[in-house]
Nanobody, 125 residues
Framework: QLQLVESGGGLVQPGGSLRLSCAAS????????VGWFRQAPGKEREGVSC????????YLTDSVKERFTISRDNAQNAVYLQMNSLKPEDTAVYYC??????????????????WGQGTQVTVSS
């Protein structure tokens, strides 16, 4: 069974950090473009950060630049999203998604065909 599982979400105070993990089972991520997407209540899903299969190219949406970092460890079959200096507006359900080819634009959600169930990130004092 092909599956993506996110972990690492939770409640954090503004200015805090979280590290999200996306683990794959049933397939290997090493040939896949992988992305992190988020959806807040009442808002559309948006692409937060995406990374090519080699890790050579990454994308970060403007609102998270200088704060978030995406990385991957193909040996561990996992992709990570390090989130620093979190703000209340980062509150959302974060989803990991993967696709076994190149996506253009790289962080367009309709280009991805495997999705995790999501992990809640809440930034609040």
């Amino acid at each position: 069974q092909l599956q993506l599982v996110e972990s690492g979400g939770g409640l954090v105070q503004p200015g805090g950090s979280l590290r999200l993990s996306c683990a794959a089972s049933g397939f290997t991520l090493d040939l896949s473009t992988v992305g992190w997407f988020r959806q807040a209540p009442g808002k559309e899903r948006e692409g937060v950060s995406c990374i090519t299969s080699s890790g050579a190219t990454t994308y970060l949406t403007d609102s998270v630049k200088e704060r978030f970092t995406i990385s991957r460890d193909n040996a561990q079959n996992a992709v990570y999203l390090q989130m620093n200096s979190l703000k209340p507006e980062d509150t959302a359900v974060y989803y990991c998604a993967a696709v076994p080819w190149t996506v253009r634009p790289m962080c367009a959600s309709d280009g991805y065909n495997y999705w995790g169930q999501g992990t809640q990130v809440t930034v609040s004092s």
